[in-house]
Structures are given as structure tokens and as C-alpha cells.
């Protein structure tokens, strides 16, 4: 079998792809405060409480963002970043939560009350997309997965034109089309309520 052979110009563009992708790992932010560099917010009302924190489990040793507080939806996002299509991923952990055990990643969002967001649940076993416009979150498609509490999972959007596609530990959990952010927007995590959750390894590429 005559072998394929691989122009410079493929691994050239393949190896772009993995040098644009950047990766926050928190492991040199400062202990008990929130991530420099980041907007740590909610939508809604409440006190969201973002902070960096050392778990000895982490993905990435030793620290992790944490998020402890209490609001209707706590978001936290990072500043420079500004996608239209990429890719989000980050690693979390739900440790507890009597309302919900979510953790989500968001994109295009233009503000805390504007963007979309994927999110996996512990309580429900479910994966979920939803758009949130002028602070009022939508669902929009849902799968059910085994989300496991106490255990670190990544949780995965793709995101092209008006085509998402949302993978959690690997496994395709829904795709969804829409047209509701079109601009490009800044990317972060996500949670619910009273959800207890821990975030590392949040990576995303794309322009």
C-alpha cells in the first residue's frame, strides 16, 4: 500500500491549531482572592464567591477555581478573551449542592446577563444548553448522562457560525443551532445556585 504522504502545509496548519489554544490552569494565582484577570459575577441576585483554592485532587496541582457562594446564577469570565468560533473546555468537580450540582462553561457572552451556556448537572444527570438574554436563561436541548458528584469531568463546547456542539468526558452530549449572539464574546465557567464547584484546566482557542 503506497504510503499517504502529509504536505508541510497540512502539519503547518495543524500545528497553528494547537499553538493557538491557550490553557489557564490557576496554579499561579494568588490563594483566597479571585482570579486576577477574570470579571468573578453572577446574573441575578445573590452573593456568588469565586476564588482560587488548593485541592490536592486537581487535575492540574495544586489550585483550582472555586465557587462556594450562593446566587441565582454565578458566572465568571475572563477578560481578554473575545471568540466568535472555537472551542471552550474546562475540567470541573461538583462537590455538593442541595438546589444544584452544576458546573457549565459560557461563550460569545457579551455581558453577565447575555451569552450562552452549556452546563452538566450531578442532581439531575443531564447535560444542558440554554442562551440567557437580558438576564433570563433559556433551555434550548437537553441529554441525560451520568454526571457523577466528587468526580472531575470535562465538559466541552465547539462552537462554528450558528452550530454548537457540546462533549462531556469524551462522549457527544447534543449539538443545537442559533442565531441569538452572533458576535463575538468573551468565554468562562458557570454555575447554579447553591452549587459547590470546582473548576481547572479551562483552555479554549478560535478567534
Known amino acids: 500500500m503506497k504510503a499517504r504522504q502529509v504536505t508541510p502545509f497540512v502539519v503547518a496548519g495543524a500545528l497553528a491549531a494547537a499553538a493557538a489554544a491557550d490553557s489557564v490552569n490557576f496554579d499561579n494565582l ?21 476564588t482560587i483554592e488548593t485541592d490536592a485532587t486537581a487535575p492540574s496541582k495544586p ?18 478573551t473575545n471568540l466568535k ?19 457549565g462553561v459560557v461563550w460569545r457572552l457579551k455581558d453577565s446577563n447575555n451569552y450562552y451556556v452549556a452546563r452538566a448537572n450531578a442532581l439531575e444527570d443531564n447535560v444542558t444548553i440554554y442562551d440567557t438574554v437580558n438576564g433570563r436563561r433559556t433551555e434550548r436541548k437537553r441529554t441525560n448522562m451520568k454526571v457523577a458528584s466528587n468526580q472531575w469531568h470535562t ?7 450558528s452550530h454548537f456542539a457540546v462533549t462531556f468526558d469524551g462522549k457527544k452530549a447534543l449539538d443545537w443551532d442559533d442565531v441569538t449572539f452572533k458576535d463575538a464574546g468573551r468565554v468562562g465557567v458557570w454555575t447554579k445556585a447553591d452549587s459547590v ?5 479551562f483552555t479554549y482557542s478560535g478567534k
Open 197 to 201: 464547584t470546582e473548576f481547572d484546566d
Open 30 to 50: 494568588k490563594a483566597g482572592a479571585p482570579p486576577t484577570g477574570w470579571t468573578a459575577t453572577k446574573t441575578g441576585t445573590g452573593d456568588a464567591k469565586w
Open 63 to 80: 489550585n483550582v477555581l472555586k465557587q462556594s457562594g450562593v446566587a441565582t446564577y454565578p458566572v465568571c469570565f475572563k477578560d481578554d
Open 155 to 161: 465538559l466541552r463546547v465547539d462552537f462554528q457560525g
Open 85 to 103: 468560533d472555537g472551542v471552550v473546555e474546562v475540567k470541573f468537580k461538583s462537590i455538593s449542592g442541595k438546589e444544584d450540582q452544576a458546573g
